[in-house]
C-alpha cells in the first residue's frame, strides 16, 4: 500500500456573497476530487489546537501527525532547518520578511502594502540581504538569506516571549499597532526601521519600480523560536517517507522528520507552480521505494492572502490535476494507494489571512468501496458529521 497526502495549503474559506454565497472550494471545477468523494470519508478535524495561532507551521505539523503541544517551539527554527541554519539550543530564530511599505513618515504611519514585496525573486532577496548583513550581523544577530521575501534572523543568546505579528495579518493596515514589544523588542524595531534606510533606495528597488514592481523596502521580523527535536516519521510509523514542497517551512519540517526532500523544477510556492512536475515526482518517488510522499501546494494560501478569487479557484483546479495523476498513475502500476486530501488551514479570500476553522478532509483507498457524497467542500464535509478534534491522530489512522 502506498499513501499520499495532497495538503492545498489554505484551500479552504468562507462562503463568497459576490458568488453566490459559494466558497473557492465549491466554485472550482474539480472533476477528479468528486468522483473520489462518491467512494470516500469525509469530515472535519481541528489542525489547530485551542490556544495556538492558526499558522501553517502548527497545522502542518498536526497533519503530518505532530502534537503542537508537545513538538511546538515556534515557525522561524522550521524555516531554519530547510535553510541549513545550524542552530544552538540558546538560539532564538526570527522569520524575516521582506515587505513593501508605504511612504509615509515616521515609520509607525506606514501602511503594510505587500508583505511579500510582489514575490520579490530569491535572486533579488539575495542583493537585499547581502546589504542588510552588512549592517545587522554582529556577535548578537545573524541574518541568513532564504527564498523570494522569506529569510532569517538568528538571536545568539535570545528569549522567546516578544509579541510579534505576522505581516499577511495586516495587509493595508498602519503598522503602528503591530510593531515588535515586549523584553528585548527594541533592537527588532531599530533593526526594521535600520532597515528603510538601506532599502529604500536600492538599485535592486529602483530596478523594480521602473518595471512597475513592488520595492522590498524594509523587513518585518515575526514567527520567533527555538531549536525542535521531532521524532523520525519512520521510527513512529515504520514508513518511508518524502516531502514535496516549494515553501521553506515545510521542507523544513520534513528535514527534522527525517522525511526524504523531494525537489521540484519550477516549483514557486504560488498559483504559477509546476504542479504537473509536483504530481509526477510524487509517483516516482513511490514507485521507486518510498512509502508514503507528503505533497504540499502552497499557492491557495497565497491567492487566499492577497484576495485573489479567481486565482485560489485556478490553483483548486490544478491540484485536482494532481489528483488525476496521481491516482491514475498508481492505478496503472497496480499499486493501492491511500490518499488524504486536506487543507491545514482556511484562508478566507475577505479576511486575507488564516484561521482556526476546522478543515474539511477526503480520505480514499483504492482497495475500499464506500458510500460517500457527491462532491468535496466545507458544507459536505461538515453534513457528514464526522469531526476529529486532534487533526495529529489522522496520521497514524491513515497509516494503518
Avoid at 542588510?132 to 538569506?145: E, I, N, P, V, Y
Avoid at 532564504?146 to 510579534?164: A, N, P, Q
Avoid at 495587509?171 to 533592537?187: C, F, I, K, N, Q
Avoid at 458510500?371 to 453534513?383: H, I, L, P
Amino acid at each position: 500500500m502506498k499513501y499520499v497526502v495532497i495538503l492545498g495549503d489554505g484551500m479552504a474559506g468562507y462562503p463568497l456573497s459576490e458568488r453566490d454565497n459559494k466558497t473557492c472550494l465549491q466554485l472550482a471545477r474539480k472533476p477528479y476530487i468528486d468522483a473520489l468523494a462518491k467512494k470516500s470519508t469525509q469530515g472535519l478535524m481541528r489542525t489547530v489546537p485551542t490556544g495556538f495561532a492558526p499558522g501553517s507551521d502548527v497545522a502542518n505539523l498536526s497533519v503530518l501527525g505532530y502534537d503542537p503541544a508537545l513538538y511546538y517551539t515556534g515557525r522561524s527554527p522550521l524555516e531554519a532547518a530547510s535553510i541549513g541554519i545550524p542552530l544552538k539550543d540558546t538560539d532564538v530564530t526570527l522569520r524575516c520578511n521582506l515587505v513593501t511599505l508605504s511612504e509615509e513618515e515616521p515609520f509607525e504611519q506606514k501602511t503594510m502594502l505587500d508583505y511579500s514585496a510582489g514575490e520579490i525573486s530569491t535572486e533579488e532577496a539575495k542583493e537585499l540581504i547581502a546589504a542588510l548583513k552588512k549592517q545587522f550581523d554582529g556577535s548578537r544577530f545573524t541574518l541568513h538569506a532564504g527564498i523570494s521575501y522569506r529569510h532569517c534572523l538568528v538571536e545568539e543568546g535570545g528569549r522567546t516571549g516578544r509579541t510579534l505579528t505576522p505581516p499577511h495579518d495586516i495587509s493595508d493596515r498602519t503598522v503602528s499597532p503591530y510593531l515588535p514589544a515586549g523584553e528585548g523588542s527594541e533592537a527588532l524595531l531599530a533593526m526594521m526601521k535600520r532597515s528603510w534606510d538601506i532599502l529604500k533606495d536600492h538599485p535592486v528597488n529602483q530596478k523594480r519600480r521602473a518595471q512597475g514592481k513592488n520595492p522590498a523596502n524594509a523587513v518585518w521580523f515575526w514567527g520567533e523560536g527555538t531549536k525542535p527535536a521531532l521524532p523520525a516519521f519512520e521510527t513512529l510509523h515504520q514508513k518511508r517517507g518524502g516531502v514535496i514542497s516549494a515553501v521553506d517551512l515545510v521542507k523544513g519540517i520534513g528535514i527534522l522528520a527525517g522525511l526524504k526532500i523531494i525537489d521540484v523544477a519550477g516549483a514557486t510556492g504560488n498559483w504559477d507552480t509546476n504542479f504537473q512536475g509536483k504530481a509526477d515526482a510524487c509517483v516516482d518517488a513511490l514507485l521507486e521505494g518510498l512509502d508514503f510522499v507528503y505533497v504540499h501546494m502552497e499557492a491557495p494560501d497565497e491567492c487566499g492572502h492577497h484576495g485573489d478569487i479567481q486565482k485560489k479557484i485556478y490553483s483548486i483546479e490544478q491540484i485536482d490535476g494532481v489528483v488525476k495523476t496521481v491516482c491514475e498513475r498508481l492505478r496503472a502500476a497496480g499499486e493501492p494507494f491511500s490518499m488524504l486530501i486536506c487543507p491545514d488551514h482556511p484562508t478566507p479570500i475577505a479576511l486575507k489571512t488564516h484561521t482556526a476553522d476546522p478543515v474539511p478532509f477526503l480520505l480514499y483507498r483504492s482497495d475500499e468501496e464506500k458510500e460517500g457524497a457527491a462532491r468535496y467542500d466545507e458544507e459536505t464535509a461538515a453534513a457528514a458529521g464526522l469531526f476529529l478534534p486532534r487533526a495529529c491522530e489522522m496520521m497514524a489512522a491513515f497509516l494503518r
